[in-house]
């Protein structure tokens, strides 16, 4: 089962441009977006309640859409508003839409009741647009159920062993037992490591002195949201007591969307604040994020078919994996409300 009352991640801006209608599954619903006249963001079911065809190959009339199959057509609500040869619609006829939000870049989507979709509960993402920081659009589509990447995220152990080449660093970096904290709706991890090296990512933008302080601090919610502030700067310069002197510092922002219950939209990037006038910083920080990225991918697709084989083999849990239980463990939480909410509708009808 996937969390319905939350927002997802549901694309980047760019990717539903002016006049184009752009189609996504999100856990397991076909959905197009499009932009009205004004710019607002529009969600609709793509799949026409006549005979179930996509919407998305229909045709944009002003900011209505018109289901190319037999003709009918519906407003931006959702509500069909011609259908040829026939006079009387019956109220019925309607796709189901979903609240949206566009900030910082991100198109965020509720997939569950609309009367709980509070814009408040969006996660603070500022740094993907604030002028104060670069970054570029990242996205990357898994076959994988998202709980596995969920996983790699809340364990960063696994740095130095899967990306040495990119994000790693020395494999000092994976004998530090992090800080976990739980929050109402996921965790926070901090992990510390003092006096290493700097992860060739890193040094491939700054020139270091020598050896670093290295830190990785994020909050990771429901239903699959990583805001990380991470950086390192000279040893003994202040870094773990909060001066931080000629560091680089970034600030990572990451969505895990659900496309089914096998198959994840990954959407991330990470943002620095230093060399923000050299584009080809910019750059190199986000391909070996991409490199790295591309790495996590290929270990945890190997995974999911390892696992796939034998449907009986349960997981040997381990100290550093306090992280992914918790948030395993927020996460049937919310779906044991969503499902003891939806008896009770059910017993009140």
Known sequence: ??????????????????????????????????????GE????????????????????????????????????????????????IPPRVKVRTFPVVERHRWIWIWMGDPA?????????????DDPAWRSLPGYIHYGV????????????????????????????YATVQPKIERLDNGVRVTRWTINTDAPRYAAAVKEWPGKVDRWNIYDFTLPA????????????????EGTRVNAAEFRGCQALTPETENSTHYFFSHPHN?????????????????????????????????????PTFRMTAFGIDSALSQFRWVVDRQLAEEREARQQLTGER
């Not at 230093?274 to 584009?279: C, K, N, T």
Request: include cysteine; aromatic fraction near 8%.
């Open 225 to 240: 949201v990583l805001c990380m502030d991470s950086g390192m700067a000279p040893t003994g310069t202040g870094a773990p």
């Open 145 to 172: 159920n998202y709980l596995l990447i969920c996983d790699n995220l809340l364990d960063f152990s696994h740095l130095p062993f899967v990306h040495p080449t990119t994000l790693g660093g020395s494999e000092d």
């Open 1 to 38: 089962m996937l969390i319905e009352n939350t927002w997802y991640v549901a694309a980047w801006s760019h990717e539903v441009p002016d006049g184009a209608m752009f189609p996504r599954v999100i856990t397991g619903l076909p959905i197009v977006m499009y932009r009205k006249a004004d």
């Open 274 to 310: 230093f060399a923000i006038d050299q584009p080809e910083v910019t750059r190199s920080i986000h391909q070996s994020v991409v490199d790295a990225f591309d790495e996590d991918r290929e270990i945890i697709t190997a995974q999911q078919k390892n696992l796939a084989l034998d």
């Open 116 to 128: 709980l979709a509070n814009p408040d509960a969006i996660p603070d993402t500022h740094w993907l």
């Open 41 to 88: 963001i529009v969600a609709l079911e793509d799949r026409c309640c006549h005979r179930g065809a996509p919407l998305s190959l229909g045709r944009r009339e002003g900011d209505c859409v018109r289901c190319m199959y037999h003709g009918l057509k519906f407003d931006s609500a959702g509500t069909c508003v011609e259908a040829p040869a026939q006079q009387r």
